[in-house]
């Protein structure tokens, strides 16, 4: 990096804070135009961070394949027109001769890695191909789906808007690995306008052409970056909007019918999706799912004895049933939710983690001591908001600890999940009073009276 590139930073920073401000003239609610502020320099100043944490102090991705690899596209499309036609086709016909890293051709075949790449050159024609510059259009693209997320919470419990903010605008990890040239800050983007939009159509029933669209977009960008996430949070949140339309059923027996089916009805879904892209997902499901994991757990233990370093074991012995995957599930979902440990932290990325994840264990056992086990269970179960953000949060955390045993990678990983299970404890501990000094209830509908 130059002096340049933090005196284009500093420049494209202003200006998109000046289109930020004019849409936030939009806003009427005091709260929302606060928070949407607050988000956006949160986001420009972790975009800051992390482009000097992948340059100087932890290499990875974004310096060794994603920004070089499209940087170079960019000046062989500059340099000739006629090469406008790499970033069409799938990057497999890309030729090892014309990269930047001959030895990183590998890495085209993969749809979701040319993908980056292709945004990456994209940025450049627009950032006259600076790193740092790219690294914040991508933490903006990411902010733009994470507002949304945050406005389906806030229009459900507005009362709850400085919670929701710490689960979505202020939480270290999820902000921190959303604003770089990676896979993540997209991913994040997609879920937030897949969910905004979603909700609008299916519950508020308006703009759907607009909404239908935004749907469409965001479900071929999961297909080709991460469709596991996709897999695993649509069942969630079709449970969720069916519980929330049920209550327009005045019969209880066709609420249960109608919730029941269509319940059903997600999980046979699922479990097609899960089958018919099961080479997308890296055997993350359907029929191949034991496969997969062994697999991953076998290759991320050979990485382990070759060298030293943030591997680590579940303790658990997977022998591919489905049986011995029940009984990693819990270890799995210790992994994701609450590791590493501070003492099994060997750099400062994993160790500045390892303080979030101490931090939501101490706030889990706070909400378990303060509401009991037996309401913790019930308010899951009870209220269609909680169901559906436990229930994400948990299977996604299953199978991200089931088959990433690498510290590095699941803390990037696990970050779609990290929002929902902070949001489901707040949830709990709101419906059982345990949250003060926020006004009075607004009642959410729900499937059951």
Avoid at 74 to 90: A, C, D, F, R, T
Avoid at 227 to 246: S, T, W
Avoid at 276 to 295: H, L, N, P, Q, R
């Amino acid at each position: 990096m130059s002096v340049l590139d933090f005196i284009a930073f500093f420049i494209y920073t202003i200006i998109f804070s000046f289109f930020f401000s004019i849409s936030r003239k939009k806003i009427k609610d005091e709260n929302l135009k606060k928070y949407h502020r607050q988000g956006f320099w949160i986001k420009v100043m972790t975009a800051f961070c992390y482009a000097i944490f992948a340059q100087y102090i932890s290499i990875g991705d974004t310096t060794t394949l994603y920004y070089p690899e499209g940087y170079n596209l960019y000046k062989l499309i500059w340099n000739n027109p006629s090469n406008l036609g790499l970033l069409l086709g799938p990057g497999t016909d890309i030729d090892a001769t014309m990269l930047e890293n001959s030895s990183q051709v590998g890495y085209f075949k993969d749809p979701s890695n040319f993908m980056v790449i292709r945004i990456t050159t994209i940025l450049c024609f627009f950032s006259f191909g600076k790193y740092m510059v790219i690294n914040l259009i991508f933490s903006m693209i990411a902010f733009t789906g994470v507002w949304k997320l945050y406005l389906f919470f806030y229009e459900q419990y507005p009362q709850l808007h400085r919670q929701f903010a710490i689960a979505i605008l202020y939480l270290p990890t999820f902000i921190f690995w959303s604003s770089g040239i990676l896979k993540d800050p997209i991913s994040i983007s997609a879920l937030g306008w897949f969910t905004y939009a979603l909700y609008q159509i299916a519950y508020h029933k308006k703009n759907i052409i607009k909404y239908g669209i935004i749907i469409l977009i965001t479900i071929y960008i999961f297909t080709i970056i991460k469709i596991y996430i996709l897999i695993a949070y649509l069942p969630a949140f079709i449970v969720f909007l069916l519980f929330k339309n049920a209550a327009l059923i005045k019969s209880k027996m066709g609420k249960v019918l109608l919730v029941s089916f269509f319940i059903i009805a997600s999980l046979f879904g699922f479990v097609g999706i899960s089958n018919s892209m099961k080479d997308a997902v890296v055997d993350y499901a359907g029929e191949d799912i034991t496969e997969g994991i062994v697999t991953y757990q076998k290759n991320y233990a050979k990485q382990g004895e070759r060298r030293e370093g943030a591997y680590f074991s579940l303790g658990v012995e997977f022998d591919g049933s489905m049986g011995s995957l029940a009984k990693m599930a819990p270890a799995a979902i210790i992994a994701t939710l609450y590791r590493p440990f501070l003492w099994e932290s060997k750099n400062i990325s994993t160790l500045l983690s390892s303080f979030e994840s101490l931090t939501l264990m101490l706030f889990t056992i706070f909400v378990l001591f303060k509401v009991g086990i037996k309401k913790f269970i019930i308010t899951i179960f009870k209220k269609p908001l909680v169901l559906y953000c436990y229930f994400f949060s948990i299977v996604f955390a299953l199978f991200v600890g089931a088959t990433t045993l690498n510290f590095g990678t699941l803390v990037r990983y696990k970050i779609p999940c990290m929002p929902f299970y902070v949001i489901s404890l707040y949830l709990i501990l709101y419906y059982n009073n345990k949250i003060k000094n926020i006004g009075p209830k607004v009642p959410q509908t729900t499937a059951f009276p």
